[in-house]
């Protein structure tokens, strides 16, 4: 549910080296997850050896110091402490043959000497310009957070009154189009929805892209005032029905659409791609426990892990102060490590450094929201029709204890119309697949499969009859 990030800080470096010259701009292409990032060495001579600087063009960033740099026998590391970065490689000719570090995680990048473009990755199914229906860029207030967020309004026609859905995304930081792993679902969506009659409003999550606002401090609870705004906006459209306003909303996105729908009589249909059904904590557990199992981790090794975040995942749900429950997260990351000498604390980083790393995560606001939050409250309240579906080999929200999960709720709270299918081989992204594994998702050329999109389409053109 979440995406990398790449962090970039600023800060000075400076490095010691003899021998073949090494100054002058370095280009490699940093591939993670399916995102490629483009960065920039430079390196220039000064007195006491050389200083260089860090570009990430696609970030906008340019001129960033390193804290460190070393060359020595062919050898050379740079070193961004702040960020946690470090990039190891060795100079062959014109080219230096290295890996790229963050965080813990390794990825393998070289540098040139000449520019790098990024590789073009095929995806057929995402739509091109010019579209056969009319495209609107378009902005709404949140009130209640008081920021503006920006979006794409696509109607089939500039004319007409149409019935519209919100597109709502799932975890982390996302742009309208949902980009992540090289992939753009929402547009696909979108474009499709509308090519078949159906309005529809996607949007930057609040601190994305054109909007504004904060997203590390947010919630899905503050998620779920976008939504609010988003459908206040679409009020005030005269190319809106009004009376046919839908959610669809992808993992956490749908949590967000089930909130929303709970305490608003403006929504008509809800449907939730992969959303989930049961608490945050079980849900995280359930999670690693698959994707560990399909990267080949061993029973014991699963098992230890899976006994330590449980541990952690109580303390939060039994917390209510934040400050306590980071002290005694932090004890038990420390008692963890303490009892299993095999634990690989990241090049670069110190025990105190990394335990903080994991502290921080488990404790911001969003995932100590996430972890207490069971969608159930909110499901037994939604009364408008609801579609819930997965595919058969989600292993970040498992398809057969999400859907009954939510059929369940929504049943308990007198929901007559519902409808759950589960389609066979079908991803979190709803692409088909092998393992169902997120180490997939960019190496697959589909973007969403054809029978859950015709699916999904149909079903909402029932509802806005």
Not at 9 to 28: E, K, L, M, Y
Not at 96 to 123: C, D, H, W, Y
Not at 147 to 171: C, D, H, N, Q, R
Not at 289 to 308: D, H, M, Q
Request: proline share 4%; aromatic share 8%.
């Amino acid at each position: 549910m979440k995406t990398i990030s790449i962090l970039l800080f600023t800060i000075f470096i400076s490095f010691t080296s003899q021998a073949q010259d090494i100054t002058g701009q370095w280009n490699g292409v940093l591939k993670v997850q399916g995102i490629q990032l483009r960065l920039v060495f430079n390196v220039s001579k000064v007195e006491n050896g050389y200083a260089s600087t860090m570009d990430s063009p696609d970030q906008g960033a340019k001129g960033i110091p390193v804290t460190k740099t070393s060359f020595e026998n062919s050898k050379i590391k740079f070193e961004v402490s702040n960020a946690m970065i470090q990039y190891d490689g060795e100079l062959q000719g014109n080219e230096i043959i290295g890996t790229f570090k963050q965080g813990g995680q390794a990825f393998p990048m070289n540098l040139s000497r000449k520019a790098i473009e990024k590789e073009i990755v095929k995806r057929p199914q995402e739509p091109v310009k010019p579209y056969s229906y009319y495209s609107e860029d378009v902005t709404f207030q949140n009130t209640t957070a008081n920021i503006t967020l920006a979006g794409t309004l696509t109607l089939p026609k500039k004319e007409g009154k149409f019935p519209v859905v919100v597109l709502i995304s799932g975890s982390g930081p996302q742009n309208r189009d949902e980009e992540l792993a090289g992939h753009k679902p929402f547009l696909l969506i979108s474009d499709h929805l509308t090519k078949n009659g159906i309005a529809v409003l996607r949007y930057d999550d609040r601190g994305v892209a054109q909007s504004k606002g904060d997203f590390s401090s947010a919630t899905s609870a503050d998620f779920a005032t976008d939504v609010e705004s988003a459908i206040a906006y679409l009020k005030t459209r005269k190319e809106i029905n009004k009376n046919k306003i839908g959610l669809v909303g992808h993992s956490e996105g749908g949590i967000i659409a089930s909130m929303v729908a709970s305490r608003s009589k403006d929504v008509s249909f809800i449907i939730l791609l992969a959303g989930t059904g049961i608490q945050g904590d079980q849900l995280l557990l359930l999670q690693q426990n698959l994707i560990a199992k399909a990267n080949g981790a061993s029973e014991t090794e699963i098992n230890k892990s899976l006994a330590i975040n449980a541990k952690i995942f109580e303390l939060v749900v039994k917390s209510d102060d934040n400050q306590k429950l980071k002290m005694d997260v932090t004890k038990e990351i420390n008692v963890a490590i303490k009892n299993d000498p095999t634990t690989t604390i990241p090049n670069g980083m110190t025990q105190e450094q990394f335990v903080a790393l994991q502290v921080n995560q488990v404790t911001s606001p969003w995932m100590d929201y996430f972890i207490k939050y069971n969608p159930a409250s909110a499901l037994e309240k939604v009364k408008c029709p609801v579609l819930a579906v997965n595919g058969e080999k989600d292993l970040q929200v498992a398809p057969k204890e999400n859907l009954s999960a939510i059929k369940n709720a929504l049943i308990k709270g007198g929901n007559k119309d519902v409808t759950t299918i589960e389609f066979p081989n079908l991803n979190h992204l709803f692409q088909e697949s092998t393992t169902g594994s997120p180490n997939e998702y960019a190496s697959i050329e589909q973007t969403f499969a054809p029978i859950a999109l015709d699916e999904i389409t149909k079903w909402i053109v029932k509802q806005t009859k």
